[in-house]
């Protein structure tokens, strides 16, 4: 099952709305505009980015898309993940799974859609044995 994130519209419209003002503003200043590249183009790649989260066979893989391109990816086997730990996300009913590998990073699961995220990890867990623990 492949699951899916985005930042919402209101996010987009938010971070465009700053990319520009930091457009105006490099152009604006006297002393020195090219210090607002850096941030100038880390706006504009929030502007684009998605997250993917796929459940395969035994195996999780997280994927971080700017458009088209894959930025960064992560295949975690069962075998690699020492626990699982459910949290609370605000005052919803939206929860966060964070899974602990074994090496490398953590992954930080939460607000994909659709939103049986939760349920499919939690049998993802039960079927190979991962400990869960809810915080």
Do not use: C
């Amino acid at each position: 099952m492949t699951y899916s994130y985005k930042i919402s519209k209101t996010q987009r419209v938010y971070f465009f709305l700053l990319f520009i003002w930091m457009v105006w503003g490099m152009f604006t200043m006297t002393d020195n505009p090219t210090v607002l590249i850096p941030f100038l183009i880390v706006n504009f790649a929030i502007i684009f980015i998605h997250f993917k989260f796929q459940i395969v066979e035994g195996s999780l893989i997280f994927q971080v898309h700017l458009f088209t391109l894959t930025i960064y990816k992560k295949k975690v086997d069962h075998q690699q993940i020492d626990r699982m730990t459910v949290k609370r996300v605000g005052w919803g009913k939206k929860r966060s799974v964070t899974v602990k590998s074994k090496k490398g990073f953590n992954l930080r699961i939460s607000n994909f859609y659709p939103e049986k995220t939760h349920n499919d990890l939690m049998d993802f867990a039960s079927e190979y044995g991962i400990p869960v623990s809810k915080v």
